[in-house]
């Protein structure tokens, strides 16, 4: 925010907290920095609007702009800003849109999304699976069997069998036990 900005805007100085870095303009000269401010900036399109916590450095140059919103800023706006245009294009800012937009096309396309393990016959196990690249110099390392309590074991079991059903693993002896199964809980079940 430029200092004549927030002349007009009739803010208090003292809101100002100091900022200790340095700020060079375009043609490498210091720029002086009066402060920083944390101010509840309204966003709207008439229809909607938004209010978000905007950290603005203030800064004594001369300047054809009242503000310039930062990176940070525009990320969590999402904004889309076009110099040639000199616009900036929001989305929706009451969100509802984009969600309504989001669902219409999951419903629409029901039958494209796998939902299970199940869901996905037929796809070559090329593109499916994951090959370990391995070092040849190099000897597996064969780790302490490690025990399972019985819901754990459970759970292994029926993944298991999920993959198994829908024919992406098979089953396979090893001479030696390589790896312990991890367990990690899925947040929502």
């Known amino acids: 925010m430029f200092w004549s900005t927030f002349n007009k805007l ?3 100085p003292d809101l100002l907290r100091p900022y200790t870095g340095c700020l060079y303009g375009f043609t490498d000269n210091p720029v002086e920095v009066r402060g ?3 101010l509840r900036t309204t966003f709207t399109d008439g229809a909607a609007s938004r ?5 603005y450095l203030v800064v004594n140059a ?3 702009y009242n503000i310039l919103l930062g990176r940070p800023a525009l990320n969590r706006l999402r904004a889309v800003s076009s110099t040639r245009h000199m616009k900036m294009k929001l989305p929706d800012l009451s969100g509802k849109g984009e969600q309504e937009e989001v669902i219409a096309v999951i419903s629409r396309h029901l039958d494209a999304f796998a939902w299970t393990a199940a869901d996905m ?4 196990p090329d593109f499916l699976c994951h090959h370990l690249t391995m070092d040849a110099k190099v000897h597996p390392v064969r ?3 490690r025990k399972f309590n019985e819901e754990r074991r459970l759970v292994v079991k029926e993944e298991t069998q999920k993959l198994l059903n829908a024919g992406h693993i098979r089953e396979i002896q090893y001479p030696e036990w390589l790896a312990n199964v991890v367990c990690r809980p899925v947040p929502g079940r």
Not at 121 to 124: A, L, Q, W, Y
């Open 62 to 64: 001369n300047s054809a």
């Open 143 to 145: 780790q302490r069997r």
């Open 36 to 38: 920083y401010l944390e």
């Open 121 to 124: 016959p037929g796809i070559d």
């Open 51 to 55: 209010t978000e916590n905007i950290r």
């Open 10 to 12: 009739q803010l208090s």
